[in-house]
Structure formats: C-alpha cells, structure tokens
C-alpha cells in the first residue's frame, strides 16, 4: 500500500487483511466502519491510513505490513467458512498453525477438493475474484460413463444456464476406463457450481471434481488438508 496518499476506505481495510474489499463495502453501507470517531456510509471515501484512526466494528485496525500467501488442497466434503450450523468441517480447521489472518480467494463447493489461495491481501482477492479478471482454472473432472462426441460438443459450444451462457476455455478427455473417463477442464468464469451444471446439462454426472490449477498456480504434491506458503511474482501481485 502507498502510504503517502489518501486512498478509498474499502481499500484500506482490505489491505489491512480483514477481508475482501467487497465484504469492505458492505461494512461500510451498514454502518460499521468509523474515521476519527465518525460513522462513515460513503463508498469511495478518502482516507490517510498514517494520520486517520479507522475501527470496523469498534475495533481499530492495523495496516497490514506483509502479505502472504498460501496454497491449500481442499479435501473433499470441507466447508469454506469459518463455521458452519452444521457441524461440517471447515478449511480453517486445517489452518490453526498458519501465524497470520487469512482468507480463501474465491470458493470452492463443499463436495469439489483441490487447490485454493489463502492470503491477507484484499486488493489481490478483490481483483482476481472479479468477474472481469478471467483468472484461468483448471480441473480435473470425473465423469460416470463416457462423453460423446456430441456432448463434447455442446459443453464446448457453451451452455444456457439461468444466469445466462455458460462458457468453458477448454475441454479434453484424457483417461478412459469402461466405465468412467477423466475430463480436464479450464474456465475463466465462477458461476455457482458451474461445471457441475454445465455437465449435468448434457446428462454426465460427476464423480470428482479436483481443482488443479489457478492462474499461474498449480497443486502440485500437495497433498489433502495440507498448505505451503508461497511468494507471488510481481505480475501476479501489481497493484
């Protein structure tokens, strides 16, 4: 963060790592968030983060000097919340020993496993969840049967879901049994359970689905449950 300007107040407390900075908009609208004392609402309000003292929800915040960064692999059947009614498991129970206040970048449903990004810098969540920022993922995908041709060929055409068309950047087979087949399968969208609604459109059912691959990040060895701290190159972080 450039400390020697004023900057937006959503900006500053995503970068202080509380959260992304849309969560940051919400607190502010609802009153949550005050400058100097005062009640702040406005969206796009300047700040100085070295002069301006700034609470969400009466609580002060430190300006976050170090962003980290780490890859996570999902387990299946694992929330990604910090707690559920449920009872279900969560991703934060895996993640007790990471020293800093982190949060996932984008979802990953509860029944998918793979790799997710966990970090403290807002300003990198906001942009590469943004449905403009077309973050290449890949997956790979289980299917029951094996696809046609002609069911390849409609998923590449893209499909109509109820939030409009449903695209993918690319669809390939690349194992077959008798009974089964393992698609791999790269998106820049992140409709709600897309590839799963796009598949069952065409009548597959999928098996698994494993999340291998965002942006220049790949899975790698990790194994389920298990995270490592990585560095992000310059491209990946400018601000």
């Given at each position: 963060m450039n400390l020697?300007k004023?900057?937006?107040?959503q900006k500053?407390i995503?970068?202080?790592?509380?959260a992304?900075?849309r969560k940051a908009?919400e607190?502010i609208?609802?009153?949550?968030?005050k400058?100097?004392?005062?009640?702040?609402?406005?969206l796009?309000?300047q700040?100085?983060?070295?002069?301006?003292?700034i609470?969400?929800n009466?609580?002060p915040?430190?300006i976050?000097?170090?962003?980290?960064?780490?890859?996570?692999h999902k387990?299946?059947?694992?929330m990604?919340?910090?707690?559920?009614p449920?009872?279900?498991?969560?991703i934060?129970?895996?993640l007790?020993k990471?020293?800093?206040?982190v949060?996932?970048?984008?979802r990953l449903d509860?029944d998918?496993?793979g790799?997710?990004l966990?970090?403290?810098?807002?300003?990198?969540?906001h942009?590469?969840?943004?449905?403009?920022?077309?973050?290449p993922?890949?997956y790979?995908v289980?299917?029951?049967?094996?696809p046609?041709?002609?069911q390849?060929?409609?998923?590449k055409?893209?499909?109509?879901?109820?939030?409009?068309?449903?695209s993918l950047?690319?669809?390939a087979?690349t194992?077959?049994t008798?009974k089964n087949?393992?698609?791999?399968?790269t998106?820049t969208?992140g409709?709600?359970?897309?590839i799963?609604r796009?598949?069952k459109?065409v009548?597959?059912?999928?098996?698994r689905?494993?999340?291998?691959?965002?942006?220049?990040l790949r899975l790698g060895k990790?194994?389920?449950?298990e995270?490592?701290?990585?560095?992000?190159?310059p491209?990946?972080?400018s601000?």
């Amino acid at each position: 963060m450039n400390l020697n300007k004023t900057v937006r107040l959503q900006k500053v407390i995503a970068e202080a790592g509380l959260a992304s900075r849309r969560k940051a908009e919400e607190w502010i609208t609802q009153g949550r968030v005050k400058v100097n004392g005062h009640v702040v609402t406005k969206l796009g309000t300047q700040v100085d983060p070295q002069t301006d003292k700034i609470s969400v929800n009466n609580r002060p915040i430190q300006i976050q000097q170090e962003w980290v960064y780490y890859l996570f692999h999902k387990p299946k059947n694992v929330m990604v919340t910090a707690s559920d009614p449920e009872g279900r498991p969560t991703i934060f129970d895996y993640l007790k020993k990471i020293p800093e206040r982190v949060f996932p970048v984008g979802r990953l449903d509860f029944d998918s496993e793979g790799l997710m990004l966990l970090t403290n810098d807002g300003t990198l969540t906001h942009r590469w969840t943004h449905p403009s920022s077309k973050v290449p993922k890949q997956y790979n995908v289980k299917t029951k049967g094996i696809p046609t041709e002609e069911q390849l060929e409609k998923l590449k055409k893209g499909i109509h879901l109820e939030e409009g068309l449903a695209s993918l950047s690319k669809i390939a087979i690349t194992e077959k049994t008798e009974k089964n087949a393992w698609l791999e399968i790269t998106l820049t969208e992140g409709k709600r359970r897309q590839i799963r609604r796009m598949l069952k459109a065409v009548d597959l059912l999928v098996l698994r689905l494993i999340r291998t691959g965002i942006g220049p990040l790949r899975l790698g060895k990790l194994k389920p449950g298990e995270y490592r701290k990585v560095r992000l190159t310059p491209t990946c972080i400018s601000r």
